[in-house]
Antibody, heavy 124, light 107 residues
Framework: DVQLLQSGAEVKKPGESLKISCKGS????????IGWVRQMPGQGLEWMGI????????KYSPSFQGHVTMSADKSISTAYLQWSSLKASDTAIYYC?????????????????WGRGSTVTVSS | DIQMTQSPSSLSASVGDRVTITCRAS??????LNWYQQKPGKAPKLLIY???SLQSGVPSRFSGSGSGTDFTLTISSLLPEDFATYYC?????????FGPGTTVDFK
C-alpha cells in the first residue's frame, strides 16, 4: 500500500526554524516527484514546489522561492520542508503528495497519494 | 504562471442533484487538468486526472471533460458523502497551480 507519513503538529515562535518530514512507503520513493502544498486556515490549496528524491532536483513556486527549502534523503525515503525563520503567516497545514506523470499530447503531472498533513502554528 | 479560475465558488444542492463545476485556465493546457475533492479536516483526494480519467476507486458518478482552457467536473447524482470542496489543478507546467475551489453544500 502506497503511503506518505507526515510528521506531527508543531507550535513555534516567530523567528524559529523548523523542518517537517514526509516518509514514503510501499513504492520506489526515489523515482517519483514529491510535492508540497500549503493550506492556510480556512483557505484553498497552494502549490509550493516539487522535489525529485533521486537527485534532489527541485522546482519552486515563485511565491515560495527563498522562503522555504525542500530536501530529500532517498536512503530513508523521506522528503523535508524547512524554514530558517518562521513568521506568523506560515501558520498552515502542509501536505506532501506523490506525483505521477503521464504522456498525453504532452507530459502532465497529477498528485495521486497524499499525506495527512502537518499542522504548523507560529505564534508568539 | 498559469492562473486557474473556478465557477461557481460555492453551490447549494440536494441529494440526487446533477452538479457541474467549471474550471478555466489562463492559457491552453491541452488535457493536463486534475480534480481533487477535500472534506473538512482531511487531505485532498484525487478524483480525475488528465481531464477525464477516473482515478481508481472513485465512483463513476464523477466525470470530467474538456480540453484547452475550459473544463468541467460533473457529479451525476449527488450523494451525502459528496458534500465537500472541489479543486481543479493544472499539471502542464510548473507551478502546478490550483483553482480557488468550489464548495458544494446542502440546499
Amino acid at each position: 500500500d502506497v503511503q506518505l507519513l507526515q510528521s506531527g503538529a508543531e507550535v513555534k515562535k516567530p523567528g524559529e526554524s523548523l523542518k517537517i518530514s514526509c516518509k514514503g512507503s510501499g513504492y520506489s520513493f526515489s523515482n517519483y516527484w514529491i510535492g508540497w502544498v500549503r493550506q492556510m486556515p480556512g483557505q484553498g490549496l497552494e502549490w509550493m514546489g516539487i522535489i525529485y528524491p533521486s537527485d534532489s532536483d527541485s522546482k519552486y513556486s515563485p511565491s515560495f522561492q527563498g522562503h522555504v527549502t525542500m530536501s530529500a534523503d532517498k536512503s530513508i525515503s523521506t522528503a523535508y520542508l524547512q524554514w530558517s525563520s518562521l513568521k506568523a503567516s506560515d501558520t498552515a497545514i502542509y501536505y506532501c503528495a506523490r506525483l505521477l506523470t503521464l504522456a498525453g499530447d504532452s507530459y502532465f503531472f497529477y498528485m495521486d497519494v497524499w499525506g495527512r498533513g502537518s499542522t504548523v502554528t507560529v505564534s508568539s | 504562471d498559469i492562473q486557474m479560475t473556478q465557477s461557481p465558488s460555492s453551490l447549494s444542492a440536494s441529494v440526487g442533484d446533477r452538479v457541474t463545476i467549471t474550471c478555466r485556465a489562463s492559457q491552453t493546457i491541452s488535457t493536463s487538468l486534475n480534480w481533487y475533492q477535500q472534506k473538512p479536516g482531511k487531505a485532498p483526494k484525487l478524483l480525475i486526472y488528465g481531464a477525464s480519467s477516473l482515478q481508481s476507486g472513485v465512483p463513476s458518478r464523477f466525470s470530467g471533460s474538456g480540453s484547452g482552457t475550459d473544463f468541467t467536473l460533473t457529479i451525476s447524482s449527488l450523494l451525502p458523502e459528496d458534500f465537500a470542496t472541489y479543486y481543479c489543478q493544472q499539471g502542464s507546467s510548473t507551478p502546478f497551480t490550483f483553482g480557488p475551489g468550489t464548495t458544494v453544500d446542502f440546499k
